[in-house]
T-cell receptor, first 115, second 115 residues
Framework: AQSVTQLGSHVSVSEGALVLLRCNYS??????LFWYVQYPNQGLQLLLK??????LVKGINGFEAEFKKSETSFHLTKPSAHMSDAAEYFC?????????????FGKGITLSVRP | DAGVTQSPTHLIKTRGQQVTLRCSPK?????VSWYQQALGQGPQFIFQ???????QRGNFPDRFSGHQFPNYSSELNVNALLLGDSALYLC??????????????FGPGTRLTVL
């Protein structure tokens, strides 16, 4: 079975500082990996996804993530945090060999941005 | 172009009651998945519908059932509600013929509270 682990439930950074949100996956086959963001009282919005092409994936709002097979990681980064980045971030995995697109999510990380 | 819509926004029920939640997929999408997001947790896959049939099911009891209509909209039904069913219920849509890498678009969710 596939799974993702998001270490830490809360990350706080200063505005303008580097954002680093960690995600490690467990899968018997190279997975597809996703980062979603959830703003208060809203649904999930896709930030970026890894689908076995380039290992460095660029997403919306200045976010990017790097797939590292040796470390089974897919950490999300942003060079300079903005106040509007404050939200809940979820890492998710799906099975490329699966017949459909069930997503397995981590528990999420709350990002706070201090002025 | 309307995205994924869900109704109602909020719902309060008592234990033992039954509830129906509704979802209209994004235009051009024919596959609908339902997820349950408990407070402080990541979304958990309930089931997926394609061509009016349940294609895959997560680890949820039979009290959870669904339906997909010819216009691709979907309903989630939960019988004999328990306190533990209180959660945000998210609907996601995609095109059925795409692979597991295809982006799923999420609705804003229905917040269900069971008293």
């Amino acid at each position: 079975a596939q799974s993702v682990t998001q270490l830490g439930s809360h990350v706080s950074v200063s505005e303008g500082a580097l954002v680093l949100l960690r995600c490690n996956y467990s899968s018997s086959v190279p997975p597809y990996l996703f980062w979603y963001v959830q703003y208060p009282n809203q649904g999930l919005q896709l930030l970026l996804k890894y689908t076995s092409a380039a290992t460095l994936v660029k997403g919306i709002n200045g976010f990017e993530a790097e797939f590292k097979k040796s470390e089974t990681s897919f950490h999300l980064t942003k060079p300079s945090a903005h106040m509007s980045d404050a939200a809940e971030y979820f890492c998710a995995v799906s099975d490329p060999a699966g017949a459909n697109s069930k997503l397995t999510f981590g528990k999420g990380i709350t990002l706070s941005v201090r002025p | 172009d309307a995205g994924v819509t869900q109704s109602p926004t909020h719902l309060i029920k008592t234990r033992g009651q039954q509830v129906t939640l509704r979802c209209s997929p994004k235009s051009g999408h024919d596959t609908v998945s339902w997820y349950q997001q408990a407070l402080g947790q990541g979304p958990q896959f309930i089931f997926q519908y394609y061509e009016e049939e349940e294609r895959q099911r997560g680890n949820f009891p039979d009290r959870f059932s669904g339906h997909q209509f010819p216009n691709y909209s979907s309903e989630l039904n939960v019988n004999a509600l328990l306190l533990g069913d209180s959660a945000l219920y998210l609907c996601a849509s995609r095109t059925g013929l795409a692979g597991a890498y295809d982006t799923q678009y999420f609705g804003p969710g229905t917040r269900l509270t069971v008293l």
